[in-house]
Structure formats: C-alpha cells, structure tokens
C-alpha cells in the first residue's frame, strides 16, 4: 500500500521532515517514491511547504495519508491563496 507520510531529518532534538509518498512496507527513513514536501516544527509558527496539487493526484491514486500528514494538509490547504480554479470547484 502506498502511503503520504513524514519522514524524518535535521539533528538530534532538532527535527526537520519531509512529506514523501513511499511505500507503507519501507522503513520510516527508507526510500521513496516522491517528494511531496517539507515540514518543520521547530520554526515559530511551524512552516509547511508541501506541493497540493501533486498530494491531490497521489491521493485520486490510492495513497493513504497519516494522521499527522491529513493534518499538515488541512493546514496547507488553509493558508495557500484563493485562486479562481479553487473558488469555482
């Protein structure tokens, strides 16, 4: 199965993570399909960068997002800009 997940980098106590699509029988760390984005907690407030129209397109695919990631993307979705295409559907 195919899952939108984090996976972790950065330092010890300092952690930074990645939003990548990978397969659900891979280690936390181990290779990946995509690269969807970037996630750090640390920063104050927490800054997301994570690429929704590619997100979108895993997910019509079948990739089943995590909890933590389900709500990265909420959050993504709220503060990306209004644009027509968005307004209309």
């Known amino acids: ?17 990645r939003v990548v699509v990978a397969d659900s029988r ?5 290779g990946d399909i995509e690269v ?3 996630y750090d907690p640390l920063s ?5 960068d994570i690429d929704l ?3 979108k397109y ?11 990631v389900r709500g990265l993307l909420k959050k993504a979705e709220e ?3 209004k644009t027509a295409e968005t307004a209309e559907a």
């Open 44 to 48: 104050d407030p927490a800054k997301i």
């Open 1 to 17: 199965m195919v899952k939108i997940r984090l996976k972790r980098q950065g330092a010890k106590k300092a952690p930074y993570y």
């Open 53 to 55: 129209k590619r997100a």
């Open 36 to 38: 969807l984005g970037a």
């Open 79 to 81: 503060k990306a800009p």
């Open 26 to 30: 891979n280690a936390r760390d181990g």
């Open 58 to 68: 895993w997910i019509s695919c079948g990739a089943q997002p995590t909890d933590t």
